[in-house]
T-cell receptor, first 111, second 113 residues
Framework: QKEVEQNSGPLSVPEGAIASLNCTYSDRGSQSFFWYRQYSGKSPELIMFIYSNGDKEDGRFTAQLNKASQYVSLLIRDSQPSDSATYLCAVRDNQGGKLIFGQGTELSVKP | GAVVSQHPSWVICKSGTSVKIECRSLDFQATTMFWYRQFPKQSLMLMATSNEGSKATYEQGVEKDKFLINHASLTLSTLTVTSAHPEDSSFYIC?????????FGPGTRLLVL
């Protein structure tokens, strides 16, 4: 059973701080990794994808991938109350191509 | 780019009726679309993978005769919930693959009375 694990939270950070969201996966052969943001009552929205080891930056967001440790993370710099949402980590299944989602981490940014 | 739409956004129906939900890729062609269901406070549950021109692949435990999926064109997939019951009330979300990533529609909230 291929699994993606996330701490469900809630993770609470003050406005302006760095929020760090973590994800581990079980399939060592996984190649594609995604972070989605889901506001309450809405559908998921793609924030970032990462395929290579290391860091990938896009504005206030940085995705980090360590395939040796089977670990992917998302950093949100200068967190804003509008970043309060559930963040879903997803890993593409190499065999079927479908995304395997973690349970999601609820982030709360306090003003 | 990569915009996915769904219709309707919400639907209320009586128990025993059938409901059709449409999923469209607006600015790209999608050979593969996915249908998810999400209950309150729970994560996404993949129901089936829809491939244009062929039969859908259903996840274990999902009744293919109850949740009919048709992907007749490269921009449209439909999910029909047949003989809906209150336990089918949920948030149904489609997504489509484009450029190596997967993009979600806005979802359809179904309430079966």
């Amino acid at each position: 059973q291929k699994e993606v694990e996330q701490n469900s939270g809630p993770l609470s950070v003050p406005e302006g701080a760095i929020a760090s969201l973590n994800c581990t996966y079980s399939d060592r052969g996984s190649q594609s990794f995604f972070w989605y943001r889901q506001y309450s009552g809405k559908s998921p929205e793609l924030i970032m994808f990462i395929y290579s080891n290391g860091d990938k930056e896009d504005g206030r967001f940085t995705a980090q991938l360590n395939k040796a440790s089977q670990y992917v993370s998302l950093l949100i710099r200068d967190s804003q109350p509008s970043d309060s949402a559930t963040y879903l980590c997803a890993v593409r299944d190499n065999q079927g191509g479908k995304l395997i989602f973690g349970q999601g981490t609820e982030l709360s940014v306090k003003p | 780019g990569a915009v996915v739409s769904q219709h309707p956004s919400w639907v209320i129906c009586k128990s025993g009726t059938s409901v059709k939900i449409e999923c469209r890729s607006l600015d790209f062609q999608a050979t593969t679309m996915f249908w998810y269901r999400q209950f309150p406070k729970q994560s996404l549950m993949l129901m089936a993978t829809s491939n244009e021109g062929s039969k859908a692949t259903y996840e274990q435990g999902v009744e293919k005769d109850k949740f009919l999926i048709n992907h007749a064109s490269l921009t449209l997939s439909t999910l029909t919930v047949t003989s809906a019951h209150p336990e089918d009330s949920s948030f149904y979300i489609c997504s489509a693959r484009w450029g190596g990533s997967q993009y979600f529609g806005p979802g359809t909230r179904l309430l079966v009375l």
